[in-house]
């Protein structure tokens, strides 16, 4: 199946545009969380919750005995809260830090997950097939219910978001100042964390336990590289979340054997690595470049700072001096001659040169920086 | 117990101790995370391997997988240095590509061969027995046991060889580059144990239970002592622990064994979390609530010094003076009798000679600051310990 194929199933097959709706509002939904998480250092706070809800599912599963979904997610929101508060308690209470709790919870909630999974197999009762899809995720298995499940709780946190947006944004930023204007910043805390673990809850079926974290992750990484506005990041967050997931539930449908969810993980990691290259202010490419032309101003301006120390010993400062008294050291090429005589700051008369006015005075001020260049 | 329980233990056993040494030093030098990224991004390792050699016992896989682990971390330090993310975002972006290009090019090449993501991340320790190690017929005992016991050598002798470097640059980075010992090669040195290691139990015991054994004893033990060797000893205890119980319990309950070794390794954290004599929640709870009484009886001791007027000192002024709740300027009034630091008459609060004595120092010590002013008092109080 060709990408053209593709586009025109999506307008007719329903299973397709399903779950292309379902993986683009889960990249939506994640890439605005993922930002406050990026921007709050809980990274991996993703990571860990998304390991945590596994147990979750598999009590809930020995409790109620069905499969729904939406049963078992409640489960798992339960476990990743116990096990995003646990975190919490521990890096407030001991001096374990940070990522010590985080990889003892990821691993222990998911060992204990595991520890539950294969006992349900080993029960007599036929039902419990299935519950693996949570593991890796299965985008196929998405329904229309779950899409709209998904959709009516990405507007319920969208709301949230506009409504709590100033508290949010100062508890980003400066929460001791949140803390003196009188805002409960436990419960902003505690709004915002649980809206990442139901974030976290919503992918699992998607994408599964394993690359929750980067669906989290890499939109809101994607995006901080292009701007420094939170509103402008968020929403530029949601934007690569969305497109990953269509394109990934794209490129996995049109060919064989592909599991969505990786798929998926790549496409938004192709959206870091072009960010992180290409970024007008802070990407690679462009740092090089500044990088590269600071170092030639540099050079230039050695020599133009030795050529005033000369200048000004004379009474005329356009008095002509001969080539041959600069050197390397000075940073002195052809190149960097001409270039001067093209900034008009020197006149070159055969093996001769002499300074402008022009050159004298931007000479004169060049460590000077309240003078603006006006070049 | 027949042979192949013992075999299983004793595999666990020895992955638990050598999963434990790298470990402690992840913790201590806060990058336990990389043991879960490294877990994760040896699967393309493995992959690459498996296609190159087509045998699946191949050291090969071994060794690509170790690359790639390393690779890893050389990834997540670039991604840091360009200073564009901070430190846990690099390696939140770096490790699930890695694994999603390692079960991409499982699912597109190798569908018919065993080798299976669950198996990376779960492993199967029930197995590892049947797997023989066979040199001209002889049986030399399961081929894991060996390969383990390779990997707990080599991390021993370094262990014990650079014992002191691995100490001082955990501790003070910048001492140990002064004293000469290259942070660089120590880093990268612990990075490459920590992936051999990694690569060498997953097979054994899965990627996840490789996180657990390697964070779990040492954040245990971590809370219990400060002193490295002690931790370090620790922390193989309680790796060996919940290796031969959790054995026992997967034994019980017919489950996964990685499954139950990590549940007893979190039930052995939980309790030592709750019950640590310093460091556990109850002792640190019921520190907080000595010291909030403590302060509360320094204020009501220091109001008493200031005044002398009758009706400042009288017992019912004091809920509305210092804005108390009744319960709380109950308990700091018995606590303060108790320790003769005030006499009750007709109601009205005096301080005795030595209540005033302790409100001197107490004084001096919040002016000055200086420890040695409250030597004597240090030991009726737990304010002024820590």
Redesign the interface.
């Known amino acids: 199946m060709s990408f053209t194929e593709y586009f025109e199933l999506l307008f007719n097959d329903y299973t397709l545009r399903t779950i292309s709706l379902g993986t683009a509002i889960l990249g939506a939904i994640c890439g605005m969380l993922g930002s406050f998480a ?1 921007l709050r ?4 706070l ?2 860990a919750i998304s ?1 945590a809800a596994l147990p979750g599912i598999a009590i809930a599963f020995l409790i109620t005995g069905t499969k729904e979904t939406n049963v078992l997610l409640i489960g798992a929101l339960i476990s990743g809260l116990i096990g995003a508060f646990w975190i919490r ?2 890096t407030k ?5 940070s ?6 919870i ?14 349900i197999q ?1 029960q007599p009762n036929a039902n419990q097939s299935g519950l ?1 899809k949570f ?2 995720g299965q985008a196929a298995t998405l329904l229309a219910r779950d899409v709209w499940f998904m959709a009516s709780v990405t507007l319920v946190c969208l709301m949230v978001l506009l409504l709590f947006w100033k508290e949010f944004k100062i508890m980003l930023f400066d929460i001791d100042y949140a803390k003196t204007l009188g805002f409960n910043v436990k419960t902003i805390d505690l709004l915002i964390t649980s809206f990442i673990v139901l974030a976290i809850v919503l992918g699992l079926q998607t994408v599964g336990v ?2 929750m ?2 669906m989290l ?2 939109p809101a ?1 994607a995006a ?2 292009w701007t420094n506005s939170l509103g402008i990041m968020v929403v530029l967050a949601a934007i690569f979340g969305a497109t990953s997931g269509v394109v990934g539930t794209a490129i996995s449908a049109s ?1 064989n ?3 969505t ?3 998926i ?2 496409v938004a ?1 192709t959206f ?1 690595v072009f960010s ?1 290259v290409f970024s007008p202010s ?1 990407g ?1 490419l462009f740092r090089q470049l500044r990088f590269i032309k600071n170092r030639k101003d540099l050079q230039l301006h050695k020599t133009l700072a030795f050529m005033f120390d000369i200048a000004k010993s004379h009474e005329n400062i356009s008095h002509p001096h001969a080539v041959r008294i600069l050197n390397n050291f000075h940073g002195y090429t052809r190149k960097s001659l001409s270039k001067l005589e093209d900034k008009e700051y020197i006149r070159v008369d055969g093996l001769m040169w002499a300074m402008t006015e022009k050159g004298f005075h931007f000479a004169a001020n060049l460590y000077n920086q309240q003078v603006k260049e006006n070049d | 117990m027949t042979s192949a329980q013992l075999e299983i233990q004793l595999i666990a056993s020895l992955v638990a101790i050598a999963c434990a040494i790298p470990g402690t030093f992840l913790v201590l030098r806060k990058m336990a995370l990389i043991s879960d990224a490294i877990s994760h991004s040896i699967l393309p390792g493995l992959v690459i391997g498996f296609f190159i050699t087509h045998d699946l016992g191949s050291p090969l896989l071994i060794i690509m997988a170790a690359l790639s682990g390393v690779v890893t971390v050389i990834l997540v330090e670039f991604i840091q240095k360009t200073r564009l993310v901070k430190e846990d975002t690099a390696i939140g972006l770096v490790f699930p590509a890695l694994f999603s290009i390692g079960v991409i090019l499982i699912s597109k090449n190798a569908n018919d061969v065993h080798l299976d993501t669950d198996v990376v991340l779960l492993g199967e320790l029930a197995f590892a027995p049947f797997d023989r190690l066979l040199i001209d017929g002889m049986d030399f005992g399961p081929t894991s046991l060996w390969t383990i016991g390779v990997i707990l050598l080599i991390t021993l002798s370094l262990l014990f060889a650079f014992f002191k470097e691995l100490k001082i640059s955990t501790f003070d980075a910048g001492l140990a580059t002064a004293l000469g010992f290259s942070p660089v090669v120590l880093h990268y040195g612990l990075m490459s144990v920590a992936s051999v290691t990694t690569v060498g139990a997953f097979d054994a015991v899965g990627a996840i239970l490789v996180v657990a054994l390697m964070i779990a004893p040492a954040a245990t033990a971590y809370l219990l002592t400060d002193n490295l060797k002690k931790m370090l000893l620790l922390s193989v205890f309680f790796g060996v622990f919940s290796a031969i119980a959790g054995y026992w319990l997967a034994h019980w309950l017919d489950a996964s064994i990685s499954g139950s070794m990590t549940t007893v390794l979190g039930m052995v954290f939980l309790l030592v979390y709750l019950f640590a004599p310093k460091r556990g929640l109850i002792s640190v709870l019921y520190r907080n609530k000595q010291q909030q009484i403590e302060v509360s009886l320094l204020t009501f001791l220091l109001h008493l010094n200031n005044h002398w007027e009758e009706k400042e000192r009288h017992i019912n002024h004091l809920n509305e003076h210092i804005n108390w709740q009744k319960v709380r300027s109950k308990s700091v009034v018995d606590l303060a009798l108790r320790n003769n630091m005030i006499t009750i008459e007709k109601d009205i609060i005096s301080l005795t000679d030595k209540g005033k004595n302790f409100t001197d120092k107490a004084i001096d010590y919040i002016i000055t600051n200086d420890d040695s002013k409250i030597e004597s008092i240090k030991e009726d109080f737990f304010l002024f310990r820590g």
């Open positions: 990026v250092k809980q990274s991996l993703g990571d390991h308690g521990i209470r001991t001096h374990l830090k990522d010590t709790a985080l990889g003892l990821l691993s222990i909630f998911f060992g204990f997950g595991m520890l539950l999974l294969t006992y080993k693996d593991l890796f394993v690359l974290s980067a992750l890499a990484a901080r590289q060919q054997n592909l599991s969810g990786p798929v993980v790549l990691a870091v992180f802070r690679l």
